[in-house]
């Protein structure tokens, strides 16, 4: 066993030293090699710009291929002596009482079924541990649509009846959703943070096990200048055919790049948003966000609000800590390749957004490197975009210059040199650096019995690494066809909306694959027939890429498959340790989802609308009254607009209203009082229209 | 609360065009308290009774008697639980207590209702544990927005005119 230190300020210029310099040398050299190939004729402007392009792309490979390569010897030679996990602790008093922790989980017009089980099932979990009295659970709720809203409250009741959580189990919904999820925290902190020394931040689709949640209060309480402890999510749950090449895919490449994060970031790491604990404290007094200056979609709010606390914890002293090796942690990812590519979307101009951040005054070195890794986690689509195109051209051109063979008098002919060889190898070093990771993953597996077992065996796990490099190949100019759009949209300040995540596991359908892809056919046909046409050997080098693109809409279609997702299960291909051996905390979502019986007799019946029920249904109608938030009585012009839409409910019916109105009507208590006298005044003439 | 007489509530038929008769509104009051969970005929009647002798046409939330009457049986059972509560006449906590015991933390509320006052004493610490608590007290901290220095391409020029500038020129500090 390795002793457990501190990491020294030496300790950390030193791993840093080795992982730049030796992603600056890769870098170097694969730059050499194509430069060693254009530099023949001198340098065309073409030459230049694919070299610069070049450039940041390989370099970008080489942070990528040197974090997992560290993180494959760290797991190799057992655990990380620096890591969080792994230090030593400054001796907790046993005379202290626990902190209290709060248990966040913002929402945001989610599938409330999911959200409530996901949350029992942690809450299962945690009691396991004994300590379920040091923690607080809190549904923060940013949810707009009536239905869903009345949905979440009747489904906190029952959870608090069910658990006999009164006083442990906290909802509220925001009367206004001001700046997304940051504002939704910030709201949290600022009404009651002061009772809690951690929070620990959910997703709506997090899954946390008991005794990772207790572990990381102890990893606060035993390191006081740490601020914020991120895990690593293991994406789990889904069955369709794509989430569960992505699960394997995060699961097994996954946990060596965490690794390898934090053996190079260690207390300088980065937030992921979610399923990580942060001391309340300095989260209040340094990650206030302020608006960014200008207009959408660079200025105004901050989106991507995680880097941005984590940088000013940083700039405030405090440390940031990847516990890459704490377990128990799992989050859900999109079903289908639109829906990831529809969460691509609104992370993006967030990401976009940080360019600005990456140059500002006072962050530190790795802030702004974090700043700008998530910059060029986007940008490069649209970079490799035009190092095809600008190789394309560049092939194009050389087709057209005719060979000289004999100058002047000279009766040899001067035969002209070949770069095949250099080619090669630029395209081999480039090759290695994207699948060699791959390979080392495998590799790990012949150390650790039960995680190849997990894996469903050798063979499988090769065969589905196989496979999915296959589908990442396919896949991957799709992406990057969909990423470049969205950056163009943005850039050309077309501001994306925040859609709600469709979490589920659902099959694309033609239509969707049509409109979502057709562009993508298009591309693929066009850039086929121009390159065979025109530069013939450009052709065969580019058939990854058009491949990917010509079967966008079957591959889209068919990966989003839950049969095929089941059948490629069955065959034992890429399984995850999380399929082959379900861990309790993801049984108990399971059992909850499946067979749990709610306590309120009002959730035994799903009505068409649960907007409707908060009127009628006298117990709904009290319970939704009892948690609007105090308010002033409206004015005279709010009087006569909430007249309005009664009327216009009473006379046309509640889909005559838009949701933003059912909003408005069920927000205002006198207007909900009102509206119950009302319903309960008619006589019930028609029955086929009760809800 | 009898959740089978619920759905006998209307919802979005046209106003009646007549005032309604007072058998309809006694019917309307004992289809309400029927979906609140009071069974016993006698008791209907005698709430209804009640609730129509404090239906008041003028106020602001009932512009019909019928609406008035219902919005009085709903005041009669505020007036109850907060009695029993101790609780303010306040919209929130009434409902909250409402929602309580329509949410079965008494099992027959009905009775207690015409009981002796001592039987609503003692079913107060059922109903207050059942009262729904949907946040702590508030315990408030502030949150300043942080500074955050964008760059630009002007800062090199505004630190060489500082530099540059001279000494009366510059603010004290």
Known sequence: MTSSVRPSAKGYVLRRSVFFLLTNLTTLIALGLLVSVFQSNGFSPMELLLLLLYTILIGWICMSFWTALMGFFTILFGRDRWAISRQPAAPLDPAVPPPRTAVLMPIYNEDSERVFAGLRAIHRSLAETSRLADFDFFILSDTRDPDVWVEEELRWQDMVRALDGKGRIFYRNRPENTDRKSGNLEDFCTRWGGWYRYMIVLDADSIMKGSTLTDMVRLMECHPKVALIQTPPVPVNRESLFARILQFAGSIYGRMFTAGLNYWQLGESNYWGHNAIIRVRPFLEHCGLPKLPGREPFGGAILSHDFVEAALLRRAGWEVWLAYDLEGSYEEIPPTLIDYAKRDRRWCQGNLQHLRLALAHGFNALSRLHFSMGVMSYLASPLWLLFLLATGVEAFIQTRQETIYFFGENWIPVWPVSFAVEMTTVLLVTLTMLFLPKLLALLLLLKDSRLRHGYGGMFAATLSVVLETVFSVLTAPVLMLFQTKFVLAILLRRAVGWPTQQRGDHMTSFKEAALAHGGHTLTGVVAGVLSYQYVPAFFWWFTPVLLGLLLSIPVSMLSSSIALGRKSRELGLFLTPEETDLPPVLRYLDENLRESEPVLPVLWDKPASRFVQALTDPYVNALHLSLLPESEPPGKRRRHYLEGLIHQLEEEGPDSLSAAQKRELISDSDTLLRLHALFWSRPPANAGMLP | ?173
């Open chain 2, 1 to 173: 609360m009898d959740r089978t007489q619920v759905n006998t509530a209307m919802p979005y038929l046209a106003p009646p065009s007549a005032a309604p008769s007072h058998g309809m509104v006694l019917g309307r009051l004992s289809a309400y308290w029927r979906a609140l969970g009071v069974s016993d005929p006698d008791q209907i009647a005698a709430l209804s009774e009640q609730a129509l002798r404090r239906g008041m046409p003028d106020r602001p939330e009932s512009p019909d008697p019928l609406t008035g009457a219902l919005a009085a049986a709903r005041d009669l059972l505020d007036d109850w639980l907060a009695r029993t509560l101790d609780l303010p006449r306040q919209p929130q906590a009434l409902a909250a207590a409402r929602a309580a015991l329509l949410g079965g933390a008494v099992p027959d509320w009905p009775a207690v209702l015409f009981a002796p006052p001592d039987a609503a004493r003692d079913v107060s610490g059922a109903l207050r544990a059942a009262v729904a608590e949907p946040a702590p007290a508030p315990a408030p901290g502030t949150m300043p927005a942080q500074r955050i220095e964008l760059f630009s391409l002007l800062d090199p020029l505004r630190h060489w005119r500082r530099s540059v500038s001279s000494p009366s020129e510059k603010t004290p500090s």
